[in-house]
């Protein structure tokens, strides 16, 4: 079975940082894509960024030049470095992963338990 796990979230004030991360354990689970999504209270689900397997990444604009993902392929690790974080960016922060499970040649997305963000003073 493949699961994530999710780590990083709490509290911070206006102006701070973050990083979060999201591992990916499965015995014969290949990653491909990577990313982060976040909901705020009363909102969609919305993308924040995407990494592929050859490091190609994807911003939102609200969060462009203030956010870096990277990933570990040899962990099956995801990271959303958060950096100049707004009161806006408050949100549970759910990570995202598609790959393959090798043995059955099976397509796969899941999806991490959330993480929560506060940005606040």
């Known amino acids: 079975q493949v699961e994530l796990v999710e780590s990083g979230g709490g509290l911070v004030q206006p102006g701070g940082s973050l990083r979060l991360s999201c591992a990916a354990s499965?015995?014969?689970?290949?990653?491909?894509?990577m990313g982060w999504y976040r909901q705020a209270s009363g909102k969609e689900r919305e993308l924040v960024a995407t990494i592929a397997t050859d490091g190609s990444r994807n911003y939102a604009d609200s969060v462009k030049g203030r956010f870096t993902i990277s990933r570990d392929n040899v962990e099956n690790t995801v990271y959303l470095q958060m950096n100049s974080l707004k009161p806006e960016d408050t949100a549970v922060y759910y990570c995202n992963v598609r790959g393959v499970l090798v043995v059955a040649a099976l397509y796969l997305e899941r999806w991490g338990q959330g993480t929560l963000v506060t940005v606040s003073s």
């Open positions: 499965g015995s014969t689970f290949r990653v491909n894509s």
